[in-house]
C-alpha cells in the first residue's frame, strides 16, 4: 500500500540553526501539506501546496519557514533559524487532489535544544 | 470559543463495548467532517468523513453529524483492543483551497482491554 515517507524520523538540533525536513508523498498526488503536533497539543495546519506554490499557510507558517518541491518526488519544509517553540513533531501529508482526504506520514519529531 | 472541541479523555472500556467519542465546534464554515485513528509515534490515519448531516455507517464504524448542534460523533461497535489509539475529529471548509486546511481535536485517547 503507498504511503507518505517522512525523513528523519528524529532531528536534534540547535536553536538558531536551519532544518531541512523532508518527505516523499504519494506518487500520484498533487496537493501537498504539512502539519505539526506540539507535544500535548491538537495538530495543527501549517501550509499546503499545489502546482509549486503555496495554496494556503496557516498564522505559523512565518517568513522562517519555507517549502519546495525540489523534485518530482520529494517535498520539503525548512525552517532557516530554529526557535526552541519549534520542537514538535512535523507530519507531512499528501492528497490526489483538493480534498479532504489526507494521507499523513509518520512524522519527524524535531528537537531544538 | 474553541473552534473545534473533544474531549481528551481517557477513556478505557473492556472488549466488545459500544465507544462513543464526541467533538463539537463553534465555525458554521465546516462542512467536512473526518475522524482520523493515531497510533503512538504514527501519523493520523483517516478513518471516515462525511459532508451531510446524518449517519454514515463503515464496518464497526459509524459517524454522526448534526450540523444544526455543530456535534459530530463516532461509535465504534464491537470494540477490539487493537482499537486502543488516540482519535482525532478533524474539520474543513468548504470550497477554495481549504479542503486541505483541517482542523483537529484535541483527541481522544481510548484503551480496550481484553
Known amino acids: 500500500e503507498p504511503e507518505v515517507t517522512q525523513t528523519p524520523s528524529h532531528q536534534v538540533t540547535q536553536m538558531g540553526q536551519e532544518v531541512i525536513l523532508r518527505c516523499v508523498p504519494i506518487s500520484n498526488h498533487l496537493y501537498f501539506y504539512w502539519y505539526r503536533q506540539i507535544l500535548g497539543q491538537k495538530v495543527e495546519f501549517l501550509v499546503s501546496f499545489y502546482n509549486n506554490e503555496i495554496s494556503e499557510k496557516s498564522e505559523i507558517f512565518d517568513d522562517q519557514f519555507s517549502v519546495e518541491r525540489p523534485d518530482g518526488s520529494n517535498f520539503t519544509l525548512k525552517i532557516r533559524s530554529t526557535k526552541l517553540e519549534d520542537s514538535a513533531m512535523y507530519f507531512c501529508?499528501?492528497?490526489?487532489?483538493?480534498?479532504?482526504?489526507?494521507?499523513f506520514g509518520s512524522g519527524t519529531q524535531l528537537s531544538v535544544l | 470559543q474553541k473552534e473545534v472541541e473533544q474531549d481528551p479523555g481517557p477513556l478505557s472500556v473492556p472488549e466488545g463495548a459500544i465507544v462513543s467519542l464526541n467533538c463539537t465546534y463553534s465555525?458554521?464554515?465546516?462542512?467536512?467532517f473526518m475522524w482520523y485513528r493515531q497510533y503512538s509515534r504514527k501519523g493520523p490515519e483517516l478513518l471516515m468523513y462525511?459532508?451531510?448531516?446524518g449517519n454514515k455507517e463503515d464496518g464497526r464504524f459509524t459517524a454522526q453529524v448534526d450540523k444544526s448542534s455543530k456535534y459530530i460523533s463516532l461509535f465504534i461497535r464491537d470494540s477490539q483492543p487493537s482499537d486502543s489509539a488516540t482519535y482525532l475529529c478533524a474539520m474543513s471548509p468548504l470550497g477554495g483551497t481549504s479542503y486541505g486546511k483541517l482542523t483537529f481535536g484535541q483527541g481522544t485517547i481510548l484503551t480496550v482491554h481484553p
Open positions: 462525511t459532508y451531510s448531516s
Open positions: 465555525n458554521s464554515a465546516f462542512q467536512y
Open positions: 501529508a499528501s492528497s490526489v487532489r483538493d480534498s479532504e482526504k489526507l494521507f
